[in-house]
């Protein structure tokens, strides 16, 4: 992921960038607490409410399956591509890692782009909040996109490059909203969604 790719090399345009150039050193300041802009700040310490939301709403699902959700931090985030869940005997829970890393980078990346709505298109207006319905709706929709991609890439028009349906089905069978009625195998069953323990929504305006 470009998100991931770039906050690994220092490129995003927050905190310690705006530093080096002259006249442009308040950028560096986060408006909402007046501490430097960091990539940590942004994801997990601006008092700002939407990043703590993603977060509780990513273990919320998480749990479903029945597992503990680990401690996520900036190296989590940074290193989500290899984050690996393990059974009782050591031995890796191939479809549990998989959606981890989904849902770190996909929840982290939400952030990022709920910051720029709130930074950038609403340039820090302090009126505007993104509401908890919001970031759920926002959220549900960035996963169920991934599950969709997911579902379509076992399609065998991709020959060597299409996904396994198992690991589709070990990956995202645990957190559907619906799993008891479905079939073991939903891959080609309509209706599949991620969801909060009720039929997931789809994205709305924002205000």
Known sequence: MDFIWRSLHGAHHIGPFWKKIRS????????????????????FECRTSEQKHAWRLAARVWRRQSLPWPRITLGTVLGCGLATITDSSGKPKEGASRLLRIFVSETA??????????VIEHRDDPSFRHTKEAVQNRWLHTINTRLTLDRAMTNSRFEKKALPEDTVLRTWSGVL?????????????????????????????EG
């Open 24 to 43: 442009y050193e308040h950028r560096a300041a986060c408006l909402a607490c007046g501490e430097d802009e960091s990539l940590a700040h942004i994801l």
């Open 109 to 118: 990346f939400l952030i990022w782009k709920l910051r720029n709505t709130r």
């Open 177 to 205: 909203s619906n799993k008891g009625s479905l079939p073991d195998n939903w891959m080609r069953s309509p209706g599949v969604l991620v969801g909060m323990g009720a039929t997931a929504t789809l994205p709305r305006e």
